[in-house]
């Protein structure tokens, strides 16, 4: 007896929409790459691409749309196309990157293996997704841990931990999705430039409901300072006593970094710049988030010098929240507090925080 | 000195889209769900859901389409939008369903906590994503491995093993992030009708080109056939020796299980069946994929049954590949091979695959 048992179209058919007919995006050799959307009534329809300018995209006789790019520079980009004002995921890519406010796509233009977010053939570490209750915030949850190539959970020793924050709209896998931690450490770990870390990812929000679509965010300064103190009590109270049960963590401050992006980099100057008790190095790249200094920093003043390592304050210069980052170094310099000043081309984008990274990690521990 | 650091909106408006202002899919009290897609042009938009015949939405004056359902079972349901005969992934809703072929969305229709895929308040086990360069493919991939609440990694026992595969279009974190088999397992393990048990899942292409846009996919029998025996090679010589140095993961036969679905249901009949030494659990879960009888299971007959612990065959009694199965059946009979029929209500659909899990993982070790 002979048969076929299934003729694989079947399936295929039945499980997924029709494979896309339409390449996009296209990296073309010269790094340039072309956008292309099947949509043959709309009126108007452009790429919203991470750190550009809208752009119009051209229609051609059969309804599709389409924009090349000029030369880009090597990196992951993020992009949306927008059709009749309407933000829509490329059909035609299935990389996107996570968010709880709006999904857009990813596309990699590849660069040369020096660059620290390029896989390389290097020994990888690991992605560890933990579920959990918060009786804190009320809600289930999930955090992500990295342990870094050749992690013993047998050792002796323990790892020293960065705590590392997502950003406004981010959900807890953004830093290893979206802006490749794992990579960039199991390169620098290669190359010897970072030690081998444990990297903590929670999720960022103290009021899981500033991120619900419609929600005013944190323009209340109510909701805002709960939305930090809970989440700094969560983190305190239940991820790190998790994460150092679990793993062989390091509880000594000198071996614990906390730093974040935007939002969370806002949770990193609040939480760890008030608990020099837990932390001695402190990130925060491209801080946002309603800050208030004078609640929130009352107490900073040169005395906490010697308690901390490297205080490593970055925004990009294109960044709208770049006048607002040099405010807040004035606030410390006033206040007699010492830090490191990083400015880096670019706007409030993943490019740059991909790069704040691949800088912070070598100074630690 | 006081300032705010930054307004919050600005941030958000830099690396997200605007929030949507539309609420889709809205789900009712009564389990009929609301759909609603913004295209003020487009001629035709229909939804495409999961299990169910393609269904025309209705254009409101603001160029709003949207249809509401019947009342559905409580499920998650994948769904796609089709306007002008392109698919599109709703831009109101931010959980997509990986896949390598073309995203869709997911929604969830609440039930009873006794539904296994439900999200309860049971300790949780974890999921672990690995990656590496596999030699024998030439790529580098990932895999992962779900440990179940309470795996303890310095035990002296080792845990039994379900090697757990995906179907054709899938990727690696399709059985957890749409399978959501790290939730029904702790919720089976909870109420002990589930052993505690590690879960490692594969990316299942030995030909990764099979599933790249425009391929032929496994329609020739000899690329079908190079794609499963690489798989199995990377399984047995990659995978497992991994998986069985970093994880209290048993090498007994006795408490190895393999099963898959579609694809990963035909996988899991070639490499356990050829291979009693190593399984003696094999589930299949509407097995698809060009599969060879003749070929492929030529050695199958009677002698065999004191290996088998328990042969699962299941396929949705409205599933194209129903009948396929039942000849598959019908072969292993002519055989004299012993096995388990299941048909369970539904298509070629993920609904019947959560089921799926959920009925076989009690049958385990």
């Known amino acids: 007896m002979r048969f076929v048992l299934a003729l694989w179209a079947i399936a295929v058919v039945a499980q997924t929409p029709p494979p896309p007919l339409i390449v996009s995006p296209e990296v073309h050799a010269d790094r340039t790459v072309t956008f292309r959307f099947r949509d043959p009534n709309a009126k108007e329809v452009s790429l919203s691409r991470e750190g550009a300018t809208r752009a119009p995209m051209t229609r051609d006789d059969t309804g599709v749309w389409s924009i090349t790019t000029a030369a880009l ?14 933000s829509l995921v490329d059909p035609s890519n299935t990389v996107v990157k996570p968010n ?14 020096s660059l620290p977010w390029e896989g390389a053939d290097v020994p990888h570490g690991e992605v560890h997704r933990h579920f959990y209750h918060s009786a804190m915030i009320g809600d289930d949850r999930d955090y992500y841990v990295y342990t870094p190539p050749g992690y013993d959970s047998k050792s002796k020793r323990r790892y020293p931990v960065l ?3 997502h950003g406004f709209s981010d959900d807890a896998s953004a830093w290893t999705a979206v802006g490749r931690a794992n990579v960039i450490l199991d390169n620098l770990i290669a190359q010897k430039k970072a030690k081998p870390m444990l990297i903590v990812m929670p999720l ?19 909701t805002r300072d709960r939305n930090y103190n809970l989440f700094r009590d969560a983190l305190f109270t239940e991820v790190m006593p998790q994460v150092e049960k679990m793993y062989r963590a390091s509880k000594d401050r000198n071996q614990r970094a906390i730093a974040g992006l935007s ?11 008030n608990a020099l008790d837990k932390f001695s190095y402190v990130g925060s790249f491209s801080a946002g988030g309603s800050v208030d200094t ?9 005395k906490f010098n010697p308690l901390i390592h490297s205080l490593w304050i970055a925004c990009g210069t294109d960044d709208r929240l770049i006048d607002p980052n040099r405010k807040f170094r004035e606030f410390l310099t006033s206040r007699g507090v010492k830090f490191v000043p990083i400015e880096t081309p670019g706007a409030h984008v993943w490019m740059v925080w991909r790069r704040n990274l ?8």
Do not use: C, Q, W
Not at 73 to 86: K, L, M, S, T
Not at 208 to 215: E, F, L, M, R, Y
């Open 73 to 86: 520079e090597p990196d992951y980009y993020g992009y949306n196309f927008v059709a009749d004002g309407v």
């Open 100 to 113: 709880l406010r709006g999904l857009s796509n990813m596309v990699h233009v590849p660069g040369p293996a």
């Open 163 to 165: 705590y590392l924050f």
């Open 204 to 222: 960022g929000y103290g009021v899981p409901d500033v991120v619900k679509p419609g929600s005013a965010g944190l323009g209340d300064p109510a």
């Open 263 to 273: 939002m969370g980099g806002a949770e990193s100057l609040y939480i760890g710049l």
């Open 294 to 302: 004078a609640t929130m920093f009352n107490r900073l003043d040169s």
């Open 358 to 365: 691949a800088e912070f990690a070598p100074l630690l521990f």
